[in-house]
């Protein structure tokens, strides 16, 4: 009969039985164990006795060779039944007698467990005075200490027979308190199962845990009366939330669109199936452009609402076989299964870009953003759904470095690039701790004077592994992984404290110009930071240009201009680098506080060979000299150039013609050209 078929009662009994037994029998085990080491000790403590005695009445058979008297002493051995071997040894380790005299020799045994438990032997040396003439070895059998535990064990069991014989009987009287409530409420219980009466109640005046078990019983059935027509009602809101569940966890919140974990279920199926009927299928990653601008600038409610419209627009223009995903932030997934053709991806794709350009009506305003496509086929490009995501995204990064509004389809070249970039990411983090990042001064040269007027501040990157890197590779790279903050803040602070310690040297105040990227512009403290780092090497503030581009002018204007107009209070010189190459919107020059603008070196390049390169420039110069601005044109490298450049009142030039962007030791040149002209000046100042 198994367990769980006997009645509670014989199981406790059955249990406490056994648990009893148990303990009584590992008790016993272990009593048995420490009455045998017992006696064993105790037995070698006697035999080390023994064995005193006889090596003291043993000195005079060794010292005079008396084998007989040795002899007879230990005959007196056969009184002490457990010993089972004396051996007399002298000191050259030969036998000089034994006990019994008919024994086989048995010198020491080696220490295992079978000898342990076997028998006993000791070993003692024979003195006289202070010099070992010989040794004696005693053996000894355990045959007394196994007869005393034989009769332990056969008391202890019978004990332990009484004891379980009582135990059991007592048990057995007492159980019948303990099972008989039980077995009514299983009853109860029983009854109310198949009546589904839940008005019965079990009674049992008893402050114990079986009283407080009745009492719970008692309680849940009151319970389940009261709420017995609730709990339909429960389980109706149950179904809604698991509904509301199934909703949320396969569909977008702000989209209504299937979300990542959706995606990934049905590229799966679309992958498999790929496979087995040997069609192609992509994955299309949608990555909108400006969504962070319209986020930030509009708000996020608008930003949601966009992002809704996005997948509205875009769901009404596909096959019914398509899927549209959103798999996170301003990023789209759209599966296209059972392709007749690349071509029709690609056709799809411009599709896409085509509606995205078009405006999107959001609270009256119209909002307009773009979007860069990237393109994975199965089973051409990968077949694991993982590789092609990854692929897919690698292709839209690329279409994003193009500009705004372009699709590429996933290259296996790409990687590489991507891989670089992983090499590049990482060992940019460890830059600035590494000191690997360091300034290069290009001067800026008065075009009129052919003085120099002022440094620009160039970031250089050499990498013990990697060599050294061109900024534009790794300048974009720290805007993307916010590492342009500390890196920007650290070129600042290097440039202000070269350009100061250049004035305490050569008492010139020249202009040193930092770029400050879009990403350091947004932080709202950064202002205070600026300050306070070019405070920090006590460079003067009106020595400090700060160089902006103008796609930077263009968002978050009412912020930037807060900003420049404080940089503007303080001291600091505003330039616009590249000018004409971005937004090109003269309404913020007229606007924010400019000083500088900065001719790009794609309209210096061929001057004064290309007329529209002249045009453009002559209009930029006189824009600028209108508007009180000075001019600085970027990328002159040749005499040509910088004629041009001084016929129409350009103010200063910068560029290779003059100098390539210099280590600090060798833009010191210039500085003492500079002192030295103007120590001239003053002597000849003195003269008149």
Known sequence: MLL???????????????????????????????????????????????????????????????????????????????????VILDNQGILFSKYPSDSTLTLNEADTLSSYLSSVSIQQPIKIGKQEVGRIQMNATLDHVYSQLQKFLLLTMFSMLLAGILGAFMIRRLQKYLTKPIIGLTKSMRLVSSTDNYALRFNLESKDELGELATGFNTMLSTIQSHEAELDSELALRMQAENRLQQLAYYDEVTKLPNRHHFNERMAKVVASSLENKVLCCIMVIDLDDFKIVNDTLGHHIGDDLLYAVGERLSHDLRVEDILCRIGGDEFAL??????????????????????????????????????????????????????????????????KLGKNYCQMYLPEMEAKNIRRFALES?????????????????????????????????????????????????????????????????????CLQSQQWRERYQIDTAMSVNLSGRQLIQTNIVERIISIVNSTRLPSHLVTIELTESILMDHSKETLSKLEKLSASGFTISIDDFGTGYSSMSYLKRYPIDILKIDRSFVSDLPDD????????????????????????????????????????????????????????????????????HDVAIEKNLI
């Not at 056709?347 to 509606?355: C, D, E, G, N, S």
């Not at 000075?630 to 030039?653: N, P, R, S, W, Y």
Request: charged share 15%; proline share 4%; with cysteine.
């Open 4 to 86: 769980q078929d006997l009645k509670i009662g014989n199981k406790l009994l059955l249990i406490n039985v056994i648990a009893a037994s148990i303990s009584m029998m590992m008790l016993v085990i272990c009593i048995a164990i420490i009455a045998f080491h017992s006696n064993r000790t105790n037995l070698i403590h006697d035999l080390n006795a023994e064995a005193h005695i006889l090596s003291e009445n043993l000195t005079a058979s060794l010292a005079f060779n008396d084998t007989k008297s040795a002899q007879t002493l230990l005959e007196a051995l056969r009184w002490s039944p457990h010993i089972k071997q004396v």
């Open 335 to 400: 599966i296209l299964d059972n392709l007749p053709s690349i071509k029709h991806a690609q056709h799809v794709a411009q599709k896409i870009i085509r509606l995205m350009a078009l405006p999107f009506i959001l609270e009256d305003r119209e909002v307009f953003i773009g979007a860069s496509i990237g393109i994975s086929f199965c089973p051409n490009d990968a077949t694991s759904i993982p590789v092609l995501l990854r692929n897919a995204d690698t292709a839209m990064y690329n279409a994003k």
């Open 427 to 495: 060992a940019l983090h460890r830059a600035l701790d590494n000191k690997e990042l360091f300034l290069h001064y290009q001067p800026q040269i008065d075009i009129n004077t052919n003085q120099v007027t002022g440094f620009e501040a160039l970031l250089r990157w050499n990498n013990p592994e990697l060599g050294l890197i061109s900024p534009v590779d790794f300048i974009p790279l720290a805007e993307d992984i916010g590492l342009i903050i500390p890196i920007g803040e650290f070129v600042l602070y290097q440039a």
């Open 611 to 678: 007329a529209n390169d002249v045009a453009i420039t002559q209009a930029i110069i006189a824009l600028g000299k209108n508007l009180g601005m000075k001019l600085v044109a970027e990328g002159v490298e040749t005499e040509a150039q910088l004629a041009f450049l001084k016929i129409h009142h350009c103010d200063t030039a910068q560029g290779y013609l003059h100098s390539r962007p210099i280590p600090a030791n060798e833009a010191e040149h210039y500085l003492i050209a500079l002192s030295e002209a103007k």
